[in-house]
Nanobody
Framework: QVKLVESGEGSVQAGGSLRLSCAAS????????GGWFRQAPGKEREGVAF???????SYADSVKGRFTISKDGAKNTWYLQMNSLKPEDSAMYYC??????????????????????WGQGTQVNVSS
């Protein structure tokens, strides 16, 4: 069973930056699509950023131009660089990846139920 291990949680002031990491436990694991969802208290889980096996990316409108998702294939690790953070970015962030089931449309239209593996979640707090 593949495990996704997240790191990088923290608290910053508005305008600051954080980088989240998500490492797959199995070196031979391959995915078609991976990325992050986030969930704030009282709100639904929403897709934030995704990257497919070709390196194509997709972002929620609320984070475009501020967040960058990438993947280091050699390390089987995803990264989410978050710049110009806003208080409304405060949430629990969950990385996720598929078991090569997602063939097309690795983007923010996907639901969390479309994915197979989940990280433990990392808390991001942005103060004003």
């Amino acid at each position: 069973q593949v495990k996704l291990v997240e790191s990088g949680e923290g608290s910053v002031q508005a305008g600051g930056s954080l980088r989240l990491s998500c490492a797959a436990s199995e070196s031979t694991y391959k995915s078609n699509c991976g990325g992050w969802f986030r969930q704030a208290p009282g709100k639904e889980r929403e897709g934030v950023a995704f990257i497919d096996s070709d390196g194509d990316t997709s972002y929620a409108d609320s984070v475009k131009g501020r967040f960058t998702i990438s993947k280091d294939g050699a390390k089987n690790t995803w990264y989410l660089q978050m710049n110009s953070l806003k208080p409304e970015d405060s949430a629990m962030y969950y990385c996720t990846a598929d078991a090569q089931k997602i063939r097309v449309g690795c983007d923010t239209s996907l639901l969390w139920t479309d994915f197979d593996y989940w990280g433990q979640g990392t808390q991001v707090n942005v103060s004003s």
